[in-house]
């Protein structure tokens, strides 16, 4: 069966320092990949998604994600955080039968 | 537009009550699920629905009913709540051109005593 792997549970970063979070998938063949954030209380909002091509995909607020079929990867990154970009983020893919699957999440802490 | 609309937001329930929390999108979007989400385990498909008529279960329904009378509603039902069941839900819909991207409700979070 299709999962999703998030092996940090929270990241701790400075402001303007760079950030990774990292996702591993299990499928097949070629996923759809996504990665949403989730500010307190709110509902989830996706921040980029790759289905084919270019591997190196750029979303919203200055996030990217590289996928890596060899590692069965697909890192979030950004060069310089915020302190608005604390909030939960979720990794996810689709599954055979194209229903969302989703890691357990990675909670980002932004220090001043 | 309003997009997916969640009531309530917040609901309490004693063990053994019923409830029904609500779902409502305005897109026109055939496809809508329900999610529950539980620290550490990220998001848990409940139910889902690829059309008025037509639904299925997803990875965790037993204690859930749902309905797709029209394109829509998605109300979720608890026919006899549990400790168990308390959680955030989350609604969520997507169009036939939406390639899986999924639009969320902002949540129902639900305490069952």
């Known amino acids: 069966a299709q999962s999703v792997t998030q092996p940090d549970i929270h990241i701790t970063v400075s402001e303007g320092a760079s950030l990774e979070l990292r996702c591993n998938y299990s499928y097949g063949a070629t996923p759809y990949l996504f990665w949403y954030v989730q500010s307190p209380g709110q509902g989830l909002q996706l921040l980029l998604k790759y289905f084919s091509g270019d591997t190196l995909v750029q979303g919203i607020k200055g996030f990217e994600a590289e996928f890596k079929r060899s590692q069965s990867s697909f890192n979030l990154r950004k060069p310089s955080v915020h302190w608005s970009d604390a909030a939960e983020y979720f990794c996810a893919v689709v599954d055979s039968s194209y229903k969302l699957i989703f890691g357990s999440g990675t909670r980002l802490l932004v220090r001043p | 537009n309003a997009g997916v609309t969640q009531t309530p937001k917040f609901q309490v329930l004693k063990t053994g009550q019923s409830m029904t929390l609500q779902c409502a999108q305005d897109m026109n979007h055939e496809y809508m699920s329900w999610y529950r989400q539980d620290p550490g385990m990220g998001l848990r498909l409940i139910h889902y629905?690829?059309?008025?008529?037509?639904?299925d279960q997803g990875e965790v329904p037993n204690g859930y009913n749902v309905s797709r009378s029209t394109t829509e509603d998605f109300p979720l039902r608890l026919l006899s709540a549990a400790p168990s069941q308390t959680s955030v839900y989350f609604c969520a819909s997507r169009g036939s051109e939406g390639a899986n991207v999924l639009t969320f409700g902002a949540g129902s979070r639900l305490t069952v005593l």
């Open positions: 629905s690829v059309g008025a008529g037509i639904t």
